[in-house]
């Protein structure tokens, strides 16, 4: 686990303020205040510098530019570094960057591909054991969840499509109760998990190899009330006369995001509820196109790197400054994929314009480009009408069209099903 933080004398603090005027140290303290670092990273790479004077400076840095979170009686605090505020833009300008019609079928197409990512990579974090490929097949095909794993990546998805389309709802214990239900159903050991907050004190986060606590969450007899805060935090005026003042819709998501984890209410399925909450908080504050961004699947791939964040904050007197600059390099890198995946998207739109010009419509001639790619897939009308996101009829007109143009043929699954293939 982590290394106990140095206890800093005062006059290592003197020294370090008397540093203040060096142009070495400076860089150096502002290099790892932008990485925000702790000090298992300070230690060994301070060059020229005296470690603990390093770590004293970027103390006393941080002490000076946060703000107070006090949860019951635990003090938490944040605070936005210059490289989180580059980052926040960077953020909004990606973010806002994206032009998409909602009523385009190329829109949901893209929606339905990243909310199944998402879902696959939250439930992959939290133990579901399948592949992309498997998992997405499922979705495509609306299967029934065969195991646990696919289970939960089922709530998840579900879970996130009900959230996009009930995003006016404030928070509440009762509405937080559902939305765990909903990403937990059919998975724990009682239903009674599922549905009510933690009774037992027992439960602990730890290290699955050496079975090493890393956290042990509030008393469940303070569970109520810290929810309760949490609620009235999530639904509370964003706005520089409210008790925090203004807090970037970003940076309040991510707060939100700790705080769910930390109060750890549920038996199981926190991660998966903080993570989901994250998504419900940007699209209330007009970030309709968070949901075309997989979060989780950046987390999946550095789920070390997430641990540790979690950790750093309790280590460091609740100093929420890392798990902030963790999660926006990850929204930062999750805007930057989905700008890369659009840009595709739309080279493989225009090569499928020479579709459109036999008389096919853009659903029609996306699809066609789609599938001669891979040659060979088999697809449903289901699978269109949810890929497409259109209606039964107009998935069966647009399928039966392209079997008249002799452009895809009518194959039989079995005695009622029947399944298209592009010729």
């Not at 989901?276 to 550095?302: M, N």
């Not at 891979?374 to 289901?382: M, S």
Request: charged fraction near 25%.
């Amino acid at each position: 686990m982590l290394e106990p933080l140095p206890q800093i004398t005062p006059n290592e603090n003197w020294e370090a303020l008397s540093l203040v005027g060096n142009p070495d140290f400076k860089t150096v303290v502002s290099k790892y205040n932008a990485q925000y670092l702790y000090w298992d990273k300070v230690k060994y790479n301070s060059g020229k510098f005296n470690p603990r004077i390093v770590w004293a400076a970027l103390k006393l840095n941080r002490l000076m530019n946060t703000v107070p979170l006090k949860f019951g009686s635990f003090q938490l605090r944040f605070g936005v570094t210059q490289a989180m505020q580059e980052n926040l833009h960077l953020f909004d300008l990606q973010m806002g960057g994206i032009a998409l019609s909602p009523d385009d079928s190329n829109t949901q197409y893209y929606l339905y591909s990243s909310l199944m990512e998402e879902a696959i990579a939250s439930s992959q974090m939290e133990g579901a054991v399948t592949t992309r490929k498997a998992a997405k097949e499922m979705l495509r095909k609306q299967e029934t969840p065969k195991n646990i794993s696919q289970r939960m990546i089922v709530n998840n998805y579900q879970t996130i499509c009900y959230l996009s389309e009930h995003k006016e709802q404030p928070l509440t214990p009762e509405s937080l109760k559902f939305i765990h239900q909903m990403i937990t159903d059919g998975t724990l050991n009682e239903m009674q998990e599922e549905t009510d907050f933690r009774t037992s004190d027992d439960i602990v986060v730890q290290d699955a190899i050496n079975g090493e606590i890393a956290h042990t969450p509030p008393k469940a007899k303070n569970i109520a009330k810290l929810v309760m805060q949490l609620c009235n935090f999530f639904n509370m005026d964003n706005s520089a006369s409210s008790p925090y003042g203004f807090i970037h819709p970003v940076i309040k998501s991510i707060i939100i995001h700790f705080l769910l984890a930390w109060i750890h209410p549920f038996s199981d399925g926190n991660g998966r509820t903080a993570r989901t909450l994250v998504y419900w908080y940007l699209l209330q504050k007009g970030y309709r196109f968070i949901e075309f961004i997989s979060i989780s699947r950046i987390i999946y791939r550095s789920k070390r790197q997430y641990e540790k964040a979690f950790l750093y904050v309790e280590n460091d007197e609740g100093d929420l400054g890392y798990f902030l600059q963790y999660n926006l390099d990850v929204m930062k890198k999750a805007a930057n994929e989905m700008r890369l995946y659009l840009e595709r998207k739309s080279k493989e739109r225009v090569q499928a314009l020479d579709f459109m010009n036999e008389g096919l419509n853009s659903r029609q001639a996306i699809f066609i480009a789609n599938q001669k790619k891979k040659k060979q897939n088999i697809i449903t009308v289901k699978e269109y009408e949810t890929i497409y996101g259109v209606a039964n009829q107009t998935a069966r007109s647009d399928l039966y069209d392209l079997v008249k143009k002799d452009l895809v043929k009518e194959v039989a699954l079995n005695k009622r099903k029947v399944g298209f293939i592009v010729l």
